[in-house]
């Protein structure tokens, strides 16, 4: 099963729970190690509490164009195809702006003088490295650029095989609800949403339902982190939807603590390890 | 007029919380307008009681749509597709058809159709609204699940709230701003006078305000830090202070951590409006916040 761990608002305990649920399950026997792969690629985190040791790395970017100005007769079909403005002719010259390009290969492709070929734009870089029986992966989006999907797409690529088959995949999302999140969530069979009993939790459930429930028809299930402060509006909203909550982690100071100094839940709290693995055997049933 | 932007790299540190309370405590002394840049999830309106005066639709990218009457089912679109976006369809006559959550908008395959079956089409992709605010007027957005462009959207929301500014003479654009480091974030920077940058005393924190100081300097944009739970780890809030000292960043103040905060957001009220320690606090901030942004930030 692959499984993507989301929750709509931010710190809400996405990366606690993938990454106790990774070790309980590593901790069970050798076939059910998992793959980790952290998607948050704007704020990777879960390095921190796994500590893999890294042993391959690789950069990774878009393919933009590089016009070739003896062949190009400025013409002005690749500005004419490209929808994001990202390749422009001003009089003899072409100018190409590697932050708005995505990386179609339009313009290489409509070019009716083949002058333009593409090269790779470095935006971040994927490294690989083994935590115990872990597999980890993550991705790292450079500091001023501006898109994550083609990283998060890329590091997908790379780490999840073919034939996975069986193995146990865990991806960590990033915040939100847009794009990222989506690219995170493709290919998954399920969608654990980490949400907490508060009036932003409960907003922000309500949008990555949308996204993983009803716009990519995933079955969703609930952890609810700090239970105990807030109010009842997330458990009344989980009864309506028929959202099923599969553990519930209450708000207890030794817990920040911990994780403040880069413990894991079940380094704290050994007693989950039994109930993350259990929460993991229901969701692979859930219809 | 001066624009002052909330960000934090990691999410939940206490953006919002920070923002409806430096809202609070700028209206008793300047003219404040109000944006909320987190267009995926939203959450300023949550404890501001916003009264909605204008709604208006957000028109996104345009998609890829395939007439499958037209489609030839020759596969060139998901061969040109570098967005995995364009499927073979199981429907009797193997039509192709776009999946519109993937779709980037490329028109790739539109170029590329022998059969010219493939048309491009604007997305309605999310709200955009004004509302009025015991604090003044407030931008905000709903982008809606799973869409792209946000960062078109936050950059829409903050000119909006900009000429509101302007027209209002306003003093203060005070900007919430979304988690991370990408595409929505750098669109609410973009323009900014200040970052103040919320965090908190944890490993992921401490890691996530390296990235999102670096970006800040990366445009060029004065920043400021302030630490909010500051009392959950002794070792790991002198580490931040320290980091903060050796880059020449402010801090303006530290926020102990307090349930009296999540009481306030279930009330739906700024923690300011009541009393205790993170109220207390929160003044001192705005004071000598005003003193950086009005004062040394001119």
Redesign the interface.
Known sequence: MKLAIAS?????GK?TVAVSLALSLAATDAASAPLFLDC?V??P?AA??LRPEITAQRDVGLLIPVVDMVRCTTCGRCAA?C??HAITVIGKQVLVFPELC?????CT??CPEGAIHEELNVMGTLEYGRAETIEFYHGT?N??????VPIIRQLKAWAIPPDVGDRPVILDA?????????ETM?GADAVLLVTEP???GL??LR?AV??AR???GLPVAVVVNRDG???GGVDAYCAAEGLPILLRIPLE?AI??G????DSLIAIHPEYQTQLVELWKTIAELP | MKQLVIL??????GK?TVTAALAHLATQDCRVVLADA????A?LG?VLAPVTEETHDFTG??IAGIDPAVCIACGRCAE?C??DAVRVCTHPGDAYAVDP??C?????CV??CPAHAIT?TPQRAGQWFVAATRYGPLYHAH?F????N??KLVTLVKQMARLRALDDAADLLLVDG?????????AALSGADMALIVT??????A??LE?AL??AA??NIPAMVLLN?AD??P??AEAIVAYCATQSIPLVGRLP?D?AV?EA??R?EPVTAGNGPVSAALHEVWMRLRQQIFDNAS
């Open positions: 709509g608002k931010g710190g809400t990366t948050d704007e704020e985190n921190l509490f195809v929808e994001y995505h990386g179609c290969g339009s492709r409509q989006l500091v001023g650029e501006a898109m994550a990033p915040p939100g609800a847009s794009c990222p999140v989506v493709r508060t009036p932003f907003h922000d949008v949308q996204v009803d716009e990519l402060i807030g109010d100071r920040a603590e994780i403040a100094r880069g | 934090s790299g990691k999410g939940g540190t919002t987190d267009v995926d999830a959450n949550l990218g345009r040109v570098r967005f959550l993937a980037e908008g490329c028109a790739a170029y590329e491009m982008l699940a799973g869409q792209e946000s960062g979304p988690p991370g480091i990408g595409c929505p974030v750098i908190e005393p944890t490993v992921s924190g890691h996530d990235r670096g970006l990366h445009f739970k959950l780890s070792a790991q951590y349930p999540t957001m279930a739906g």
